[in-house]
């Protein structure tokens, strides 16, 4: 009897030892969530409720200052979450940065190897331009992940401006503004509608070749649109030197329904 008695004690022994090696060993799931362009409200339901039950949350910012994606949806996060800042650098050149995305992402991944579901925060959509995608290109195929869209700032701030941005065949074009004079004018040529992102130390030059194609009047500066301190102004408002970099030009298209 002793001997079938540790026999059952050795089994469940092992049972309750696999099944920690089970749980130790479950990946947990990444999800990269777009929060949108500023104003909390215009997260979606989907976001809202991976933010409720994610146990970790990760969110970008410049070095030194405040997470605008954490900013925006603080509110919503339960104070119990785990949470991950890592600064991601803007100045560098592409080959300069990618050591540092390379260390960014070790945290997320400890993360996600002990069996915790990580939610990555990013302003906008976090495939148009967003910060996740470092996250995305060095994680996605180790961890099982999931993109939740979210409002672009582009059309976040349309919706700020107020008025239609295209109509039925016209062509928008999403121009960064650091690319340089010449590409820019022949990009404005051919376009019906343009959203000019990455302003900052550039929006002398854009401005100035706006007015040289003739667009300057029907483009309209936005900085920090749908946030509280949101600005709407025309581009000769515009002091060149205090431009942030959530800011933006929209020119509208002319044509008609």
């Known amino acids: 009897m002793n001997q079938d008695i540790n026999q059952d004690i050795n089994q469940n022994m092992n049972q309750n030892i696999h099944t920690n090696l089970n749980i130790n060993t479950q990946k947990g799931r990444l999800y990269g969530v777009g929060v949108g362009p500023g104003d909390p409200e215009l997260l979606t339901l989907k976001a809202f409720r991976l933010l409720q039950s994610c146990p970790v949350v990760a969110y970008q910012s410049a070095e030194g200052k405040e997470s605008v994606a954490r900013s925006i949806v603080a509110e919503y996060i339960p104070s119990d979450r785990i949470e991950l800042l890592y600064h991601l650098p803007r100045a560098l050149d592409a080959e300069a940065?990618?050591?540092?995305?390379?260390?960014?992402?070790?945290?997320?991944?400890?993360?996600?190897?002990?069996?915790?579901?990580?939610?990555?925060?990013?302003?906008?959509?976090?495939?148009?331009?967003?910060?996740?995608?470092?996250?995305?290109?060095?994680?996605?195929?180790q961890y099982e992940t999931e993109v939740v869209p979210g409002i672009s700032c582009p059309m976040g701030c349309a919706s700020a401006l107020g008025v239609p941005l295209t109509y039925r065949n016209d062509v928008f074009s999403v121009l960064p503004a650091t690319l340089p004079a010449d590409t820019l004018e022949?990009?404005?040529r051919n376009a019906d509608a343009v959203a000019i992102i990455k302003l900052r130390r550039h929006?002398?030059?854009?401005?100035?070749?706006?007015?040289?194609?003739?667009?300057?009047?029907?483009?309209n500066y936005?900085?920090?649109?749908?946030?509280?301190?949101?600005?709407?102004?025309?581009?000769?408002?515009?002091?060149?030197?205090?431009?942030?970099y959530f800011s933006m030009i929209l020119v509208p298209s002319q044509s008609q329904l």
């Open 186 to 188: 022949a990009q404005l």
């Open 97 to 141: 940065a990618q050591p540092i995305y390379d260390q960014v992402v070790i945290p997320i991944a400890d993360h996600l190897s002990q069996g915790r579901d990580v939610v990555v925060l990013c302003e906008g959509d976090p495939l148009f331009y967003g910060s996740f995608m470092y996250v995305f290109t060095r994680l996605s195929e």
């Open 203 to 219: 929006f002398a030059k854009v401005r100035d070749v706006l007015h040289k194609v003739g667009l300057a009047s029907r483009a």
């Open 222 to 244: 936005i900085e920090r649109g749908t946030m509280a301190s949101q600005k709407v102004v025309s581009l000769d408002e515009v002091e060149p030197d205090d431009v942030p």
